[in-house]
Nanobody, 114 residues
């Protein structure tokens, strides 16, 4: 059974940094494209960062240059380093395969105060 457990969120001031982590079990991380998604209040869930099974990374324009996605297949984790956070980054953040499967974790709340 696939399990995705996100952690590392919190409250941070604008301009600050956070590092999110996603612990993955029940699938082979190295052969899947993985992504970080976020959902802000009243908005649809959006994909903000992707890392392919080949290690290629892509980002939404809104986070490009500020966020970095990485994968550690040995530790079965996917991380998202978020720098220069903005108020509009406030959301619940989730990891999942790309395109997303039906297996969603509980997410981790990121709140950026302006």
């Amino acid at each position: 059974q696939v399990q995705l457990v996100e952690s590392g969120g919190g409250l941070v001031q604008a301009g600050g940094s956070l590092r999110l982590s996603c612990a993955v079990s029940g699938m082979i991380l190295s052969i899947n494209n993985m992504g970080w998604y976020r959902q802000a209040p009243g908005k649809q869930r959006e994909l903000v960062a992707t890392i392919t099974r080949f290690g290629t990374t892509t980002y939404a324009d809104s986070v490009k240059g500020r966020f970095t996605i990485a994968r550690d297949s040995a530790k079965k984790t996917v991380t998202l380093q978020m720098n220069t956070l903005k108020f509009e980054d406030t959301a619940v953040y989730y990891c999942n395969v790309v395109p997303p499967s039906a297996y969603w974790g509980q997410g981790t709340q990121v709140t950026v105060s302006s």
